[in-house]
């Protein structure tokens, strides 16, 4: 599926994120920034030591006691497609009585600020919290995409936003729910 918003191409596809040719992929990585499962567990064993190398410096620099819930820093992409790796902690799903959703959409809104501040073109998202944070999709994917309406409707530097997801069901919830959010007939 494609959208436009104020001449950004928002994609919604299935598919591997480390696969992606884009400018950065986002990883949905934990405060240690050491590497886990899932998403980020694959970008780290495709992309090779040299993200891990750059994750270690911004611990020891900016963020001695782990990055944030909602917070994003950017490492190169070693040996990925990608030019570069955000690297963003969103929250576990605690109920939706924690804050949640601020702090979910505060992880897209400040990978997409690092974005717009390298001037970069394309970013891929995947489904962040909805995996071993077991943030339930239906909720994450309306605050995924509505967050990525609103700074798409303010900022116009960006030209592409996709959002990778690793199963065709996932996808379709996706879909179901921009279809909802940007107000498209089916
Ligand atoms: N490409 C695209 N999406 C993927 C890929 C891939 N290669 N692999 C998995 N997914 P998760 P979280 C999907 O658990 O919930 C890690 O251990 C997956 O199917 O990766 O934010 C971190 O270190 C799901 O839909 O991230 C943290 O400790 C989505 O990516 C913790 O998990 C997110 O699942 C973060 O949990």
């Known amino acids: ?76 992409g070693g040996k990925l497609k990608a030019k570069y790796v955000i690297h963003t902690v969103g929250p576990i799903w605690k109920g939706g009585n924690s804050n949640e959703a601020e702090l979910l959409s505060n992880a897209y809104k400040n990978s997409l600020k690092i974005a717009k501040s390298r001037r970069l073109k394309s970013i891929a998202f995947p489904s962040i919290s909805t995996g071993a944070y077991r943030y339930p999709i239906e909720k994450a994917s309306m605050v995924a995409l509505s967050t990525v309406k609103e700074f798409l409707e303010k900022e116009d530097e960006l030209e592409e936003v996709i959002f990778v997801l690793f199963s065709k069901k996932d996808l379709e919830i996706y879909e179901q729910k921009a279809i909802e959010i940007f107000g498209l007939s089916k």
Do not use: F, W
């Open 1 to 76: 599926m494609e959208i436009e918003v104020n001449n950004c191409k928002i994609k919604i596809i299935e598919g591997d994120i480390t696969e992606q040719s884009v400018d950065a992929i986002v990883n949905a990585a934990n405060p240690t920034l050491m590497g886990g499962g899932g998403v980020d567990g694959a970008i780290h064993r495709k992309g090779g030591s040299k993200i891990l190398e750059e994750c270690k410096q911004i611990r020891a620099t900016l963020y001695p006691n782990g990055l944030p819930t909602g917070e994003a820093v950017i490492t190169s």
